[in-house]
């Protein structure tokens, strides 16, 4: 089986839900491919693996990869190539889920780096790079650094045709930074734009939308109107029961509003 068939096998399994076949023969061939020398085979199948074990939840496991996938590279002397921007990339989102942001931050400016250097600064892989390294940045609590890294993916990602989604979830992460910093009237537009494009272009499903109306919900929270925000939150809750099921994110806002609740109460007795 070539690599090309092994990659869509793999999506079949993924798409059952099977994770425990596609372990079973990632490791097979990863197994194979070290003992007869495929080492560009080896590099694809560390990437899914990795890919795996971290949605899977184990991302020690997927951390360990990682740092194998890079050390392969650096072996195979494709530092500085697209294989070394990936490898990185894989690594650092594995930190970020583990907690290392300091160390994922330095992977994710170093894969720009590189991007720039392969003279693809003008790509969605760019743009998507600009987002990973704002967020490393919430995670420290600099909201600053963050707005700044979103405003250059913005700016890059309306440069492409047909990217008015990808334009619609950056303006949304601006419109939280933008109001973490109190910057409430400039987040207000931000907020509009989105919830204007969601509900003009929204398809079924699309989990993007319910951000937004967090987004509105907890601007209208930061401006004292408090049945908005609730009314916001609410919509939130449902097209998130609707679309997508309960999850975890779905306690969140139901803790946003007993908050609000609660204050509401409390200025009223």
Excluded: P
């Excluded at 070539?2 to 023969?25: F, I, P, Q, S, V």
């Excluded at 990682?66 to 930190?95: K, W």
């Excluded at 734009?193 to 209208?220: F, I, P, R, T, W």
């Amino acid at each position: 089986m070539g690599m090309e068939e092994m990659l869509k096998y793999l999506d079949a399994l993924y798409a059952n839900g099977d994770h425990n076949t596609a372990e079973t023969h990632l490791l097979s061939w990863i197994e194979e491919a070290g003992m007869s020398g495929a080492r560009l085979d080896l590099l694809t199948l560390y990437s899914e693996l990795e890919g795996l074990y971290r949605v899977t939840n184990r991302v020690g496991q997927a951390v360990d990869l990682a740092e194998r996938a890079l050390a392969l590279i650096d072996e195979l002397g494709l530092t500085h190539t697209r294989h070394h921007v990936t490898a990185l990339i894989n690594c650092a989102t594995s930190l970020v889920v583990q907690g290392n942001t300091d160390k994922a931050l330095e992977m994710f400016r170093l894969a720009l780096v590189l991007i720039k250097e392969l003279g693809q600064q003008e790509t969605y892989q760019a743009a998507a790079l600009y987002n990973n390294i704002s967020h490393c940045f919430l995670q420290k609590g600099d909201h600053v650094q963050a707005l700044r890294y979103l405003e250059q993916a913005l700016e890059l990602v309306m440069s492409f045709q047909d990217s008015e989604q990808a334009i619609a979830t950056t303006k949304a992460s601006i419109a939280l930074c933008l109001m973490a910093l109190n910057r409430l009237d400039q987040a207000k537009q931000y907020i509009l734009d989105v919830l204007h494009y969601y509900e003009k272009n929204m398809a079924e499903q699309d989990g993007h939308y319910s951000a937004a109306l967090c987004a509105a919900g907890e601007y209208c929270w930061r401006k004292g109107d408090h049945k908005k925000a609730i009314s916001y939150f609410e919509r939130a809750l449902d097209f998130n029961i609707s679309y997508l099921g309960d999850s975890h994110g779905n306690e969140i806002i139901r803790k946003n509003i007993e908050k609000i609740k609660s204050t509401t109460e409390a200025l009223h007795t």
